[in-house]
């Protein structure tokens, strides 16, 4: 299994580009998760789904928007870049109701310039 | 709300030494917490998930405990070695299945 891919894994952007980090996963895990991590900081919550066609906002959900059209993908967008969201971007994955681990994926680190 | 911390940010010892991480949480209302391994420019592996209702857990030279009433966890590191050098990450499960990270713990085993 491949588990959580995320692509790219490197962009850089200038401010007040569009972009969608991709996720995907093949582990039929109903829950995913995208998450930033700055410097010398833990992971934020910047959006969550808990199925196909459900969404809700985390802890950072404002300048980025997400789909679930399908259990498998959950892409991230950014409309209108900005400095403030230069960071590196995690996707996760995890079985609903049950003690099983998260799934990490490799991350995309994005530079806004 | 809940907040999740880490004590201490940095930690450096001396290879063949025992040591712990400390993580500590605000609200005992947890599904199950977990403890993390990030290498640079790496993702998240998980380590060891504890159950809300477990005391411990162990793999191999590492052991997690959770103490829900006290809001704590530790992570025990047995007989350290370079390559346990990274940074751990302790995140707690609430029940509404929001995952909080703390800012973790960046540990160098000296050679």
């Known amino acids: 299994n491949a588990g959580v891919t995320q692509t790219p894994k490197f962009r850089i952007l200038k401010i007040g580009q569009s972009m969608t980090l991709q996720c995907t996963q093949d582990?039929?895990?109903?829950?995913m998760y995208w998450y930033r991590q700055d410097p010398g900081m833990g992971l934020k919550l910047i959006y969550y789904?808990?199925?196909?066609?459900?969404?809700d906002k985390g802890e950072v959900p404002n300048g980025y928007n997400v789909s679930r059209s399908t259990t498998e993908d959950f892409p991230l967008r950014l409309e209108l870049a900005a400095p403030s969201q230069t960071s590196v971007y995690f996707c996760?994955?995890?079985?609903?109701?049950?003690?099983?681990?998260?799934?990490f994926g490799d991350g995309t680190r994005l530079s806004i310039l | 709300k809940q907040e999740v911390t880490q004590i201490p940010a940095a930690l450096s010892v001396p290879e063949g030494e025992n040591l712990v991480l400390n993580c500590s949480f605000t609200?005992?209302?947890?599904?199950?917490l977990q403890w993390f391994r990030q290498d640079p420019g790496k993702g998240l592996t998980s380590l060891l998930l504890?159950?809300?209702?477990?005391r411990e857990q162990t793999s191999g030279r590492l052991n997690a405990s959770l103490d829900k009433s006290s809001g704590r966890s530790t992570l025990y590191i047995a007989a350290s070695q370079p390559g346990d050098s990274a940074t751990y990450l302790c995140?707690?499960?609430?029940?509404?299945?929001?995952?909080?990270f703390g800012k973790g713990t960046r540990l160098h085993i000296l050679p």
């Open positions: 996760a994955s995890h079985r609903p109701n049950s003690n099983q681990p998260q799934h």
């Open positions: 582990m039929n895990h109903n829950y």
């Open positions: 789904s808990v199925g196909a066609g459900i969404t």
């Open positions: 609200d005992s209302a947890i599904y199950n």
């Open positions: 504890i159950q809300s209702s477990q």
């Open positions: 995140a707690v499960r609430r029940e509404d299945d929001k995952i909080i």
